[in-house]
């Protein structure tokens, strides 16, 4: 409503054809410009925090210590629920367990077919472009636990290490452990100590990471602006990457520089890309 006052009294004074005007009229531009981008991020964030809608989240976490074309290998997943600004639902799992209880079978590309026949959600991330590899992680977690995600979110174990920071130590009661920095990069190396250990690492992984994401969504209100400050500092770094389902919503992202996109058509876009993925 405000928006349409303002260009209505623009318009006015523009066909009053009064040069004394015309101060004013440079100066609504101005406020109706960032009128615009206020809405925008107004109508974005609404639609993020489920006001009207229930939203849910596809948090993938990418181990570095393995090559793969968005960053690492997907080792957890775990969905985020949201409605009417309140998180309601937070469970992280281990890819496999995903895998698992897969309802379709696809073929995999052709160079993962000598180590895998079947594609699932542990390689869904082949593609360099992110969105194209968001889209088929997001697929895979459809067709095993029957629930489309609004968006893909990628972090890898620096960025919940940062996140970690802000957050203080987790403490995890049922294994009688407290998760800090000293610890947090032992938890990351699944390949230490053989399976036994790897499969309570974990364990203690995820719900490590699960006990973040809660502590995140109830950070106290002067810290907010330090978590945007780490948001954006790990997805200029390319330790988080974002994808969202609706164009409108996407087109956001990637303007942000957040969407770890193939710029394919862009000016300058001429260049070789040679990707390594360990399988």
Do not use: C
Not at 5 to 26: M, R
Request: no cysteine; glycine share 8%; proline share 2%.
């Amino acid at each position: 409503i405000a928006q349409n006052i303002l260009d209505n009294t623009q318009k006015k004074l523009e066909n009053s054809g009064e040069e004394v005007f015309s101060e004013i009229i440079s100066r609504l531009d101005e406020i109706s410009d960032n009128f615009s981008r206020l809405i925008s991020v107004v109508d974005f964030t609404g639609w993020a925090l489920g006001v009207g809608h229930q939203r849910n989240f596809l948090i993938a976490v990418q181990n570095t210590g393995w090559s793969g074309a968005t960053g690492g290998a997907i080792t957890s997943v775990g969905l985020i629920t949201i409605e009417s600004g309140n998180i309601t639902k937070i469970s992280f799992n281990d890819v496999y367990n995903i895998d698992g209880q897969l309802q379709t079978k696809v073929i995999t590309p052709q160079p993962i077919q000598k180590m895998d026949t079947v594609w699932g959600l542990h390689n869904a991330n082949w593609f360099l472009d992110f969105p194209t590899s968001a889209g088929k992680m997001a697929y895979f977690y459809q067709k095993s636990q029957g629930v489309f995600p609004d968006g893909v979110i990628v972090v890898n174990e620096k960025a919940l290490e940062k996140f970690l920071k802000l957050t203080g130590p987790i403490d995890l009661l049922k294994y009688d452990l407290t998760i800090d920095n000293d610890n947090f990069n032992y938890l990351t190396a699944f390949n230490v100590g053989g399976e036994k250990r790897a499969n309570q690492a974990k364990r203690v992984f995820n719900d490590a990471a699960s006990m973040i994401f809660e502590k995140l969504a109830s950070l106290s209100e002067n810290k907010i602006e330090d978590l945007l400050k780490i948001a954006k500092e790990n997805s200029l770094n390319k330790d988080m990457l974002i994808w969202l389902n609706e164009e409108k919503y996407e087109a956001i992202v990637v303007g942000a520089n957040w969407g770890g996109e193939v710029l394919a058509g862009a000016p300058d876009s001429d260049y070789l890309s040679v990707v390594a993925t360990d399988l």
